[in-house]
């Protein structure tokens, strides 16, 4: 069990990272969406921190749990068309 959570732990890891670095605040978007695409934003970076926080400490579920709510918030973004996935569906469920 312990060498499967490592594994999904490097999964979710990098690829959280990867749509963290890729989504962006959509061009074109009024001011009140980009106030929301912020927040998405912010709260993505705020998971993803809570999951590396969560990993050192050895508590690998909380950190898979965060790690998934961090992408989460992104793929949720992007889905809103608020966020920018830059047309990558590897990354995102794109709308």
């Known amino acids: 069990m ?6 999904k732990l490097k999964q979710y890891r990098g ?3 990867k749509a963290l670095e890729k989504a962006s605040v959509k061009k074109g ?3 009140r969406q980009k ?9 993505a970076k705020n998971y993803f921190n809570d999951a590396q926080f ?3 400490k050895g508590k690998k579920l909380e ?12 793929d949720a973004g992007v ?6 996935g830059k047309n990558d569906s ?6």
């Open 35 to 43: 106030a929301i695409a912020l927040d998405f934003l912010e709260m």
């Open 54 to 56: 969560f990993e050192k």
């Open 90 to 95: 590897k990354l995102f469920t794109l709308p």
């Open 15 to 17: 690829l959280t990272l």
């Open 2 to 7: 312990n060498e499967g959570i490592n594994e």
């Open 63 to 74: 950190a898979l749990a965060a790690y998934s709510y961090a992408h989460a918030w992104l």
């Open 29 to 31: 978007i009024d001011e």
């Open 79 to 84: 889905r809103a068309k608020v966020l920018d």
